[in-house]
C-alpha cells in the first residue's frame, strides 16, 4: 500500500526547498503536479526523474480516482505551483479520498507565502485568519471584508496585481486605515515588503506589478499613533512627492489630530 506524501515547493527562489522535500521527490514513484510545466523546472535544477503527471481544478473526477487507484502499489507525492499544496489549490480533495480510503498521508513542513509575509509584515500576529484570494466583485469583497472588520487577529490575503490597488481603496472603506504590509514577489529578484498605512499602500502601489500577501492589522490590535508616527507618516508623504492636502488629510485620519495644527508641521519640515 502506498503513501501521499504533500511536499511545499519554492514560492519563487528554488532554493528554498527543504532536504527532505528534495529526497521524497527523489523516491516517489510518481509525482502529481498543478502545472507541469513549472514543476519540470524544479525538478530539473535538481536532477530528479521521477514521473509526472497533473492535477489540477479541472483533471475531473476521473483523474482523482486514477490516482488514488495508483495509492495501492506506488508513492505518490503531491506538489502545487508554488508554496504548500491545498492552500489555495485542488490538492485537498485527493488528500481526503486518500484518507477515506485508508491510505497514509504524510506532509512535509515547508515553505508558504502565508508565513513567510507573516513573519516579515512586522504586524502582530499571535493568531491569524487567512482568507485566501479576495473576491473578484467588488460587492463580494467589501462584504467579506466588512466581516472580519472587528477580527482581532490579523488578516491574511492574496491578490493579483490587477486588482490589488481597487482591493487596498475597499480595505480601507470596510476596515478604516489600519497598518497593513503589502508582499510583493516574495524570494524572488524584485521582492518588495511595504509597511504603512492601508492609504500610504493605495498612492504607493499606482502600477503593480506581480504577485501580492496582504497582511492587515486586527481590530484594535495597534498601538496609539504617536506624535513621531505622525512626523515619520508627514516625513514619508513629502519624500514621494505628496501634496499638502493629502499628506496632512491622511495623517488627520490616521491620528485624530486637526489638520491645521498637521498643516503647520508640514509647513516646518522645509525648515
Known amino acids: 500500500?502506498?503513501?501521499?506524501?504533500?511536499?511545499?515547493?519554492?514560492?519563487?527562489?528554488?532554493?528554498?526547498?527543504?532536504?527532505?522535500?528534495?529526497?521524497?521527490?527523489?523516491?516517489?514513484?510518481?509525482?502529481?503536479?498543478?502545472?507541469?510545466?513549472?514543476?519540470?523546472?524544479?525538478?530539473?535544477?535538481?536532477?530528479?526523474?521521477?514521473?509526472?503527471?497533473?492535477?489540477?481544478?479541472?483533471?475531473?473526477?476521473?483523474?482523482?480516482?486514477?490516482?488514488?487507484?495508483r495509492l495501492r502499489d506506488c508513492d505518490i507525492a503531491l506538489v502545487s505551483d508554488a508554496g504548500t499544496p491545498t492552500i489555495n489549490d485542488p490538492g485537498q480533495e485527493l488528500i481526503a479520498a486518500a484518507a477515506d480510503m485508508g491510505f497514509e498521508v504524510v506532509a512535509l513542513p515547508g515553505a508558504s507565502a502565508v508565513t513567510t509575509a507573516l513573519a516579515a509584515s512586522g504586524i502582530r500576529a499571535d493568531g491569524f485568519v487567512y482568507v485566501g484570494f479576495l473576491p473578484r466583485r467588488q460587492a463580494e469583497r467589501l462584504g467579506l471584508l466588512r466581516g472580519l472588520a472587528t477580527e482581532s487577529r490579523a488578516l491574511v490575503a492574496f491578490e493579483s496585481p490587477h486588482r490589488v490597488e481597487r482591493a487596498l481603496k475597499d480595505i480601507r472603506e470596510a476596515l478604516g486605515d489600519r497598518r497593513i504590509a503589502v508582499c510583493r514577489e516574495m524570494t524572488k529578484m524584485h521582492e518588495e515588503i511595504f509597511r504603512g498605512l492601508v492609504s500610504e499602500a493605495i498612492e504607493y502601489f499606482a502600477a503593480p506589478r506581480g504577485e501580492f500577501t496582504l497582511v492587515m492589522e486586527g481590530a484594535g490590535s495597534g498601538r496609539e499613533t504617536t506624535a513621531a508616527d505622525t512626523a515619520e507618516l508627514l516625513k514619508r508623504m513629502k519624500e514621494r512627492g505628496a501634496s499638502a492636502r493629502d499628506a496632512v488629510k491622511m495623517a488627520s485620519e490616521a491620528s485624530g489630530r486637526s489638520r491645521r495644527e498637521l498643516y503647520a508641521e508640514w509647513l516646518s519640515l522645509d525648515r
Open 1 to 69: 500500500m502506498g503513501t501521499l506524501y504533500v511536499v511545499p515547493t519554492p514560492i519563487g527562489n528554488l532554493e528554498d526547498i527543504t532536504l527532505r522535500a528534495l529526497r521524497t521527490l527523489k523516491e516517489a514513484d510518481l509525482i502529481a503536479a498543478e502545472d507541469t510545466r513549472v514543476t519540470r523546472k524544479l525538478l530539473a535544477r535538481y536532477e530528479i526523474g521521477a514521473p509526472l503527471t497533473s492535477f489540477h481544478a479541472h483533471s475531473g473526477r476521473g483523474k482523482l480516482e486514477e490516482l488514488a487507484e
